[in-house]
T-cell receptor
Framework: EDQVTQSPEALRLQEGESSSLNCSYT??????LFWYRQDPGKGPEFLFT???AGEEKEKERLKATLTKKESFLHITAPKPEDSATYLC????????????FGRGTSLIVHP | KAGVTQTPRYLIKTRGQQVTLSCSPI?????VSWYQQTPGQGLQFLFE???????NKGNFPGRFSGRQFSNSRSEMNVSTLELGDSALYLC?????????????FGAGTRLSVL
């Protein structure tokens, strides 16, 4: 059974204080790892797909990296508008196509 | 290109009633999945429809059902509502290119059961 664990559950940062969110996963074979951003009361917004260990993707202040067991979402010099819940999901190869989601990291960036 | 549209955005029902939620996927997307999201359980998969057929099903009771129409629009129904059904219900559509399932979510329907 695929498993995704995200840490920390909650993170408070000062504006400009860089940090990383962790997504540890267990999957029989990785087809893809996804990062989403979710604002309160809204649906998750797709950010990145990572396919293989060593891969990196960037978008504005966000950079996602992937190893064989975990993924990191690095946030550089965050701003208050980066405050949201960040969700990680994995899709296994040869499976049902349905991703398994972690419970997310709630990020608050104080001005 | 229009995103995933869910209606209604908010619903208030009482225990024992039934409810129908609607989802219009992104044009060209044939897969529609439904999720229940609560603070305690996170995102839990309900079911997935592809070309009007339920292809995958999560671990929810039979009170939760769904269907998909020929235009890929989907509905989910919850019968005999319970207090614990209060949640944000999310619909996601995807194209599944090369067996990779990148899902795009709607804004959700917030269901409150009193």
């Amino acid at each position: 059974e695929d498993q995704v664990t995200q840490s920390p559950e909650a993170l408070r940062l000062q504006e400009g204080e860089s940090s990383s969110l962790n997504c540890s996963y267990t999957v029989s074979g990785l087809r893809g790892l996804f990062w989403y951003r979710q604002d309160p009361g809204k649906g998750p917004e797709f950010l990145f797909t990572l396919y293989s260990a060593g891969e990196e993707k960037e978008k504005e202040r966000l950079k996602a990296t992937l190893t064989k067991k975990e993924s990191f979402l690095h946030i550089t010099a965050p701003k208050p508008e980066d405050s949201a819940t960040y969700l990680c999901a994995v899709q296994s190869s040869g499976g049902s196509y349905i991703p398994t989601f972690g419970r997310g990291t709630s990020l608050i960036v104080h001005p | 290109k229009a995103g995933v549209t869910q209606t209604p955005r908010y619903l208030i029902k009482t225990r024992g009633q039934q409810v129908t939620l609607s989802c219009s996927p992104i044009s060209g997307h044939r897969s529609v999945s439904w999720y229940q999201q609560t603070p305690g359980q996170g995102l839990q998969f309900l079911f997935e429809y592809f070309s009007e057929t339920q292809r995958n099903k999560g671990n929810f009771p039979g009170r939760f059902s769904g269907r998909q129409f020929s235009n890929s629009r989907s509905e989910m129904n919850v019968s005999t509502l319970e207090l614990g059904d209060s949640a944000l219900y999310l619909c996601a559509s995807s194209q599944i290119a090369g067996d990779l399932n990148i899902q795009y979510f709607g804004a959700g329907t917030r269901l409150s059961v009193l």
